[in-house]
């Protein structure tokens, strides 16, 4: 695929583009309602200038996980003179600086005084993932129970308030120093997360006496955090979950001969590997010795496995079902193509899809709006309506609690994510969320022929004798100077006549004939082997040949002519025949609604007819590539979503063009991996319905999050006016609807 196509939409208008935001998700520790999976862009240009002598250093952050540390870290380093970029991996906690400093020490203390600590790494070396920190269990059972024992004291009245007051303290301290923490950070740089929220509702109710609502607020929202951040995990870690189906180990040939398991990070390029029954691959490779049927499910999402033997490629991760395999490595661990398709789809997290950005935007209004609608409930009702003070700043804690924007803003990215894990499950690569929402939205594609449509290689589908006299001898003779030619269609007839033994047939004087055939001499016999054109040219052609010639022409096949110098002794008909996946995808794609255009640069006989084998509603021939982008702009002139399958070679411009343009991936191509859209691994086009069919679950399931949030946030603020919500209820409100939207998300990573 051309390089040129390494454009990515804006916005869902139609064609517009810009360059990928890399960006990745983060880990499953801290704040969970930080969820904005990267809603942040991942690489941040402080400065515009840059100095010969900047360098990048890295720093593992382990309190860096999630966008909410990301603007403190980036604020304060914005400050700091000589800090040109910076580059944030939220999924292994890694914040990558640019910089012109003589030392990284101004940039560690910059990022302790936000409560954080930064150990440097060194540059070149793989980042692993950051390790799990397991919790101590007792301190939040203490809270718990501190917290209930704190409620049935002060429910009973067996003992003063003050002893009520320290239970309640022990519960708020062992629970929720953590939320007190961060929010304090927050506050202190004028960000109102959660936990600023969290901070400012518990510590209101200290405040007016309301000890046990404290702590039992506390507690119930570390709890209620705790299990969003479990749940998250699943959709974090689907794609990262793929690595650990490649074995540690592979057995290499050695030196002496000798075979052995090395671990499969030092193995080098060009080893031999073998790989017995029932193992997995340790590296991507080409088959040098064995045949055997591969798993690659992994990879392109196939149900079936592959039949595999000399020359074949291989994947990392895949299973060897059937026989013993011995292959070269073609690609080093950190380079194979399961694990660029992991790093590419880590990437695409970052991609934020429309509706994505529209939360986020809301999010940043909203949750300034609710925190000046609390401060207007606690103070306005008691200065002009003479009301109780105490009554109305309780129901502004309540308020703040349950119209924390939490759940909005954790509807889009766990869905978007699980999306796209779904997507690369069935051997589909999706480039970003923005895709993988707009997908729905297609009711026009268009595709091109050769390699899409078909095989993309032409096979003989014809012969016919023209002179008798000649029958025994016309294939072989054929193939002989078929063989000396690297055009396709020569090749084919070369292929089809192996049995003949055209290798014994020698030829000279061979010559070749620009857009027309060939000549050559065979046993002292001049020969031509052309299409009708050179027929023409030699003035042999005949009515009765036209007839036959326009005849298969009509069928899209393309048609060549061994001729010697009374006239033509042999017709071969040569044609790219269409993928049996292609019917199905055309038919399914019609079940869903949408229409079908193929475009290709073929005449317009051969577009008919293959439309016609295939079911397309519509076939344009003789294009060039600047002809199939003005087809693309008519559709879009016509009102259409317009989506282009195809190579990514003189489709290049209709593909950049297109609202999303798939590219035929060969499992695994370097540059389709790098550069599409939407990558289909094993090039069968029945995953595209695929896709557009997840893209509509996805959008469906966006839409149900968005409106459970906030059908559920406004029936509990009408409660909470009333006076009849406590702080307990706001926070099982707020974060029980977290839960639902996380839970409904992840139903889009079921088979």
């Known amino acids: 695929m051309s390089d040129s196509l390494h454009t990515h939409k804006a916005d869902d208008a139609p064609g517009n583009k810009l360059k990928p935001v890399t960006a990745h998700s983060h880990g499953s520790h801290g704040d969970a309602c930080c969820s904005s999976i990267a809603a942040a862009p991942a690489l941040i240009k402080l400065s515009e200038a840059s100095s010969a002598d900047a360098r990048l250093s890295s720093f593992r952050i382990e309190a860096m996980d999630c966008p909410t540390e990301q603007t403190l870290i980036q604020n304060t380093l914005g400050k700091l003179t000589g800090v040109q970029q910076l580059e944030f991996n939220l999924i292994n906690r890694v914040l990558g600086v640019t910089h012109n400093l003589t030392s990284t020490a101004p940039i560690i203390d910059a990022i302790q005084s936000l409560g954080m600590h930064a150990e440097p790494l060194e540059q070149g070396v793989e980042t692993p993932l950051p390790t799990p920190v397991k919790k101590p269990w007792w301190p939040l059972a203490l809270s718990g129970v501190a917290a209930l024992v704190a409620e049935v004291i002060h429910f009973t009245a067996v003992a003063p308030n003050w002893v009520v007051a320290v239970i309640a303290l022990v519960s708020i ?56 951040a479990k749940s998250l995990d699943r ?230 004798s023209l002179d008798p006299t000649a029958d025994a001898s016309a294939p072989a003779i054929a193939a002989a100077l078929a063989g000396r030619s690297d055009h396709p269609v020569s090749r084919a007839i070369a292929s089809a006549a192996v049995d003949k033994q055209p290798a014994s047939l020698t030829v000279d004087n061979f010559e070749a004939l620009g857009g027309r055939g060939v000549r050559g001499v065979i046993n002292g016999q001049l020969y031509h082997l052309g299409n009708h054109r050179l027929v023409e040219d030699l003035g042999l052609c005949s009515p009765a040949l036209e007839e036959k010639l326009f005849a298969l022409e009509k069928q899209g096949k393309s048609v060549v002519l ?100 798939f590219a035929m991936a060969a499992a695994g191509t370097d540059t389709a991996i790098e550069t599409a859209d939407v990558a289909l691994m094993d090039d069968d086009l029945r995953k595209i319905p695929a896709f557009i069919r997840l893209s509509r679950q996805t959008s469906s399931v966006l839409k149900q999050n968005i409106a459970l949030a906030l059908v559920i946030k406004a029936i509990f603020l009408g409660v909470t006016f009333a006076g009849l919500a406590t702080m307990w209820m706001a926070v099982f409100a707020d974060m029980g609807v977290s839960l639902l939207v996380v839970f409904n998300g992840l139903r889009l990573l079921r088979k």
């Open 562 to 661: 061994l001729l010697d110098r009374s006239g033509p002794l042999a017709l071969f008909a040569v044609a790219d025949t269409v993928k049996d996946s292609s019917r199905e995808a055309i038919r399914q794609l019609h079940e869903l609604g949408i229409k079908t255009l193929m475009l290709t640069g073929d005449n317009v006989h051969t577009a008919e007819a293959i439309a016609a084998q295939v079911g397309i509603d519509q076939a344009k021939g003789d294009l060039l590539p600047t002809d199939k982008l003005q087809a693309i702009e008519a559709l879009y002139v016509q009102g259409h979503r317009v989506g282009m399958v195809g190579d990514g070679i003189n489709d290049a411009p209709a593909l950049a063009r297109s609202e999303i343009g």
């Open 173 to 228: 301290l062992s629970g929720g120093l953590g939320t007190y923490k961060k929010g304090w950070i927050a506050l202190k740089n004028l960000n109102l997360n959660i936990n600023a929220l969290m901070s400012i509702a518990v510590t209101g109710a200290i405040l007016i006496g309301q000890w046990p609502e404290a702590a039992m607020v506390m507690f119930l929202f570390t709890v209620a955090e705790l299990i969003e």
């Open 235 to 464: 959709a974090r870690h689907a794609i990262s979950g793929l690595m650990q189906m490649t074995p540690e180990q592979a057995t290499v040939l050695q030196a002496d001969g000798s075979w052995v398991a090395q671990d499969v990070k030092t193995i080098d390029l060009g080893a031999r590997v073998r790989v017995r029954p029932g193992e997995r691959i340790g590296l991507d490779g080409e088959v040098l010795a064995g045949n055997s049927t591969i798993d690659q499910a992994p990879i392109t999402g196939e149900s079936l496995p592959v039949e595999k033997t000399v020359g074949d490629k291989v994947f990392a991760g895949t299973i060897n079902q059937a026989g013993s395999l011995e292959y070269t490595v073609t690609a080093a661990a950190n380079n194979s193509t399961l694990a660029r398709i992991i790093h590419a789809v880590e990437q695409a997290q970052g991609a934020r899809a429309p509706t994505q950005r529209f939360v986020d935007s809301f999010s940043r209004i909203y949750t300034p709006a609710v925190f000046i609608l609390a401060l207007a409930v606690a103070v306005l009702p008691p200065l002009f309506m003479n009301v109780l003070w105490f009554d109305w700043i309780y129901r502004a804690l309540v308020l703040l609690v349950v119209a924390c924007p939490c759940a909005l803003v954790i509807s889009t990215p766990v869905t978007i994510v699980s999306g796209l894990a779904a997507a690369a499950r069935k051997g589909i690569l999706v480039k970003g969320g923005l895709y993988l929402e707009g997908g729905h939205k297609l009711d026009y594609l268009a595709l091109d022929k050769t390699g899409t449509l078909t095989h993309g290689k032409p096979v003989q589908t014809d012969y016919l």
